[in-house]
């Protein structure tokens, strides 16, 4: 192989252990944003106020107590399950309704410095999930390996 060949290889080629890895860690940056973010507004954890000053906190901005409950529940159990990769499309698609609907509440701030600019960046990363699925280094591919993923996942090792 000539050395030209060799770096458009490395410029352009793909590889699907390469983006197993991709796919882990988008998958586990988006659920510990989710999960702490959700944590907090359900449970209070990581600095959040608890879902009785969240459910207080929405109303103001008009939003039913019902959907924040949906909403926070998405965020923190979605969140889990897109971390550790179990039922991670479905999940996937919880969380890009979500983030949609964020990024249109937000719209009218702009869309930096506050604005719908961080659920919007999620809604795209969750819509990358969605689309790619779970790969091979998550439960899904553990539990539920694909043919292409059976020789190359982690059960393998």
Not at 27 to 56: D, E
Request: glycine share 12%.
């Amino acid at each position: 192989m000539t050395s030209t060949a060799r770096a458009t290889r490395l410029l352009t080629g793909v590889s699907p252990a390469l983006l197993d890895l991709c796919l882990l860690l988008l998958r586990c940056t988006v659920g510990v944003i989710l999960f702490v973010i959700g944590a907090g507004k359900v449970l209070g954890w990581f600095g959040g106020h608890g879902m009785a000053a969240t459910v207080q906190g929405f109303a103001q901005m008009g939003i039913a107590a019902p959907l924040v409950y949906l909403s926070a529940l998405t965020e923190f159990i979605g969140g889990l399950l897109l971390l550790i990769g179990l039922l991670t499309r479905p999940a996937a698609v919880a969380v890009t309704i979500n983030m949609l609907v964020a990024t249109i509440v937000m719209w009218p701030k702009g869309f930096f410095y506050g604005g719908a600019g961080y659920p919007f960046a999620l809604l795209m990363c969750s819509i990358v999930i969605l689309l790619a699925g779970p790969m091979a280094w998550s439960l899904d591919g553990i539990l539920f390996p694909s043919p292409e993923n059976r020789q190359e996942g982690p059960a393998a090792s």
